[in-house]
Nanobody, 119 residues
Framework: QVQPVESGGGFVQPGGSLRLSCAAS????????MGWYRQAPGKQREVVAT???????NYAVSVKGRFTISRDNAKNTVYLQMNSLKPEDTAIYYC?????????????WGQGTQVTVSS
């Protein structure tokens, strides 16, 4: 059973930084794409950033240049470094395990971690 588990959320002032981590068990982690998604109150869940098994990254326009996704295959962990945070980044952030080396259509999600950006 694949199980992603997020950590690292919290409360931060605008302009601050946070790093989210997602450790995945029950998977040959290095062979799968991974991704970060978020859902703000009253809005649909949206993709934030993805990384393929080969290390190719993609970002939502709203976070490009501020967020960085990375992975450590030795630790079965994917990270999301978030800098220059804005109030509109406030959301529950979810980690998603990919369907294969490239696609993100898998059904394995973490439980989510809350990120609140406010002064």
């Amino acid at each position: 059973q694949v199980q992603p588990v997020e950590s690292g959320g919290g409360f931060v002032q605008p302009g601050g930084s946070l790093r989210l981590s997602c450790a995945a068990s029950g998977t040959l982690f290095s062979s799968y794409a991974m991704g970060w998604y978020r859902q703000a109150p009253g809005k649909q869940r949206e993709v934030v950033a993805t990384i393929t098994a080969g290390g190719t990254t993609n970002y939502a326009v709203s976070v490009k240049g501020r967020f960085t996704i990375s992975r450590d295959n030795a630790k079965n962990t994917v990270y999301l470094q978030m800098n220059s945070l804005k109030p509109e980044d406030t959301a529950i952030y979810y980690c998603r395990h990919g369907l294969d080396r490239v696609r993100m259509d898998g059904n394995y999600w973490g439980q989510g971690t809350q990120v609140t950006v406010s002064s």
